[in-house]
């Protein structure tokens, strides 16, 4: 099982970002994925979270409006699209596969594998 965190970057104030969450070794089908991040001195937190069929999705209240979190399961790819990006929006981001299906914000127990992260840095 492996997820690959990609698509950050540097941005202004504002701008937006796409990551993506490339899967292998695993039939996406039956698993939901979250998006966390982690900034510099602080804990890894959730930002957002889909179920298996992309019926279903939560997001950080600090998030909720400005990111959206897709999937394509033909694809094996998730994406997490970043708008009205914030300084405090900037940390390392990972994606988090849970064998259960089902979205969870809980960064402990709620998920199986995880990714390595991408940066993402937003400065004027």
């Known amino acids: 099982v492996q997820l690959q965190a990609s698509g950050g970057g540097s941005v202004q104030p504002g701008g937006s970002l796409r990551l993506s969450c490339a899967t292998s070794g695993f039939s996406l089908d039956y698993y939901a994925i979250g998006w966390f991040r982690q900034a510099p001195g602080k804990e890894r937190e959730f930002v957002a979270c889909?179920?298996?069929?992309?019926?279903?999705?939560d997001y950080a209240d600090s998030v909720k409006g400005r990111f959206a979190i897709s999937r394509d399961n033909a694809k094996s790819t998730l994406w997490l699209q970043m708008n009205s990006l914030k300084a405090e929006d900037t940390a390392a981001y990972y994606c988090a596969a849970s064998t259960r299906g089902v979205c969870s914000n809980d960064r402990r127990r709620g998920y199986d594998y995880w990714g390595q992260g991408t940066q993402v840095t937003v400065s004027s």
């Open positions: 889909i179920n298996w069929s992309g019926g279903t999705s």
